[in-house]
């Protein structure tokens, strides 16, 4: 069967069989081939429930961007995939939808005012200082 080239004024011949697949083929093949491109399920997954999971919220994030799409929207799927994810680190980092009681705010200062931050220490070279310093015998 002649086929018209998408681009260019081309003709190609393609069997009858290939025509009607690609004429007929639904949503499932092309979801198939855009979410092979960002994997999300790992093959040495144990738990099947897990990998069951992430295939499900990989489908879920693939059917919002296709409304998205539909909608009008103008970003590709990674693009839209990285905006999601902005938006939930944005949503997540609210304090008004916290659970727990936050620790009180001088905690917090004294904790990142004490010794945990690294100094300077300047260092003798010498094979006998640098035992002395990590506990070993010259």
Do not use: T
Request: glycine fraction near 8%; proline fraction near 4%; charge should be positive.
């Amino acid at each position: 069967m002649e086929v018209k080239a998408k681009k260019g004024v081309s003709v190609k011949l393609k069997p009858k069989a290939v025509v009607f697949y690609n004429n007929s083929m639904g949503g499932v093949d092309r979801s198939d081939q855009c979410l092979s491109y960002y994997p999300v399920a790992r093959n040495q997954q144990r738990k099947y429930y897990k990998k069951i999971f992430r295939h499900l919220l990989n489908q879920i994030v693939w059917n919002s961007f296709v409304i998205f799409k539909k909608n009008g929207g103008i970003l590709n799927h990674i693009g839209f995939r990285m905006k999601l994810i902005e938006r939930l680190i944005e949503g997540g980092s609210d304090s008004s939808s916290r659970n727990f009681v936050s620790p009180k705010i001088s905690e917090n200062v004294v904790r990142l005012i004490g010794r945990h931050f690294p100094s300077y220490v300047e260092s003798d070279c010498s094979k006998k200082n640098i035992a002395k310093m990590c506990g070993m015998q010259p």
